[in-house]
């Protein structure tokens, strides 16, 4: 069978790339809201707000194309991952409701901003550790058997599980605080320099704890990273992930604006490719591969129809808007 050519492999690229986009686009504006009780001056937050209020919304767009592409190109992976997560995903969708609730009742309110204030940034910093769990859980792998679930309720809840949900956490909070640094600028500007090394400091720690955690607690990894020759090759990535940490703490101290941001979202797609080589062909751990997880080819080949042309559209949209709303966020302008 030609990988290159399968169907559910080409399936997992789509899901992935629509995961990676969520994670990036909305990773930042999530961390906005992480980062609202660092800044306390009211003008100073209208323009946190203000620079993610025109594209908050799009960027949420890809969480849904790829969970479509989830429960339509590999359904029982959708029928066991829903149950096993029950509560942090409920958990999840409630603190994006929220969110947005805070974002559009915010700049209308006088007396009860400070209340939007709160809902906004525990609205992100929920979210942002519920997708870390179930990151986590997912990792650690969930009970399957006659192809249903068959683990508890609580199992997603452990020791790992809550500190890639801190982790994630620390890594949004380092895309806000760089997105910020390319839309602000003056003192506002200055703070979130300050803020982004410690991010990114605590950021580099929680993800090598993370690398090494999942191989010693799983052999099957261990044995991808650490047998010859695997380790020859993969060197590359622990060296790339010095390197970029090395480089985004450097361009804070250097002020390099734009570029801090660009490499806070290489981080990210590096941390993404680590999990696809530590799992791959497992799309649900610990035995089921893409193949045994995927629809029918029938099903599959009907559905890449609709996502060859919504992708595009969506990347364009998502271009558009950006364009249109680039540039600095001053006080006293926004998109509201």
């Keep these: 069978m030609n990988v290159a050519f399968d169907l559910p492999v080409i399936w997992l690229f789509l899901i992935g790339f629509a995961i990676t986009m969520y994670v990036v686009m909305d990773g930042f504006s999530l961390g906005v809201g992480i980062l609202f009780p660092f800044v306390k001056h009211d003008q100073h937050r209208d323009v946190m707000m203000n620079s993610v209020a025109p594209v908050w919304d799009g960027n949420q767009t890809w969480m849904i194309l790829g969970g479509a592409g989830l429960y339509g190109a590999f359904p029982l992976a959708y029928a066991v991952y829903l149950p096993a997560m029950y509560l942090p995903l409920i958990l999840m969708l409630l603190a994006l409701i929220f969110r947005g609730i805070a974002f559009e009742f915010r700049f209308k309110s006088n007396r009860s901003r400070p209340f939007f204030d709160i809902v906004f940034s525990a609205g992100s910093m929920v979210a942002t550790f519920a997708q870390g769990v179930v990151l986590g859980a997912i990792i650690q792998g969930v009970q399957v058997v006659d192809r249903q679930y068959a683990g508890g309720t609580f199992d997603w ?4 599980s809550l500190f890639t949900g801190v982790a994630l956490m620390l890594g949004y909070g380092l895309l806000g605080a760089s997105w910020l640094i390319v839309k602000t600028e003056g003192g506002l500007q200055r703070r979130f320099y300050f803020l982004a090394r410690p991010f990114a400091i605590l950021l580099a720690v929680a993800m090598a704890v993370v690398s090494l955690w999942t191989p010693l607690a799983n052999s099957r990894i261990f044995d991808v990273w650490f047998t010859m020759p695997n380790m020859l090759w993969l060197a590359i990535m ?9 480089s985004i703490i450097k361009g804070i101290i250097e002020r390099h604006e734009k570029l801090i941001f660009v490499k806070s979202i290489a981080l990210f797609v590096l941390g993404l490719i680590g999990l ?6 497992l ?5 089921i591969t893409v193949w045994e997880a995927a629809s029918s ?4 080949s009907f559905l890449i129809v609709g996502y060859c042309v919504l992708i595009p559209v969506i990347l364009a949209y998502t271009f558009y808007s950006y364009r249109v709303f680039k540039g600095k966020v001053r006080v006293g302008e926004g998109y509201h």
């Design 157 to 160: 809840f452990s020791p790992f």
């Design 238 to 246: 622990p060296i790339m992930f010095l390197a970029l940490v090395y």
């Design 276 to 281: 696809i080589i530590s799992f791959f062909p």
């Design 283 to 287: 799309l649900i751990p610990p035995s």
């Design 297 to 300: 080819p029938k099903s599959q």
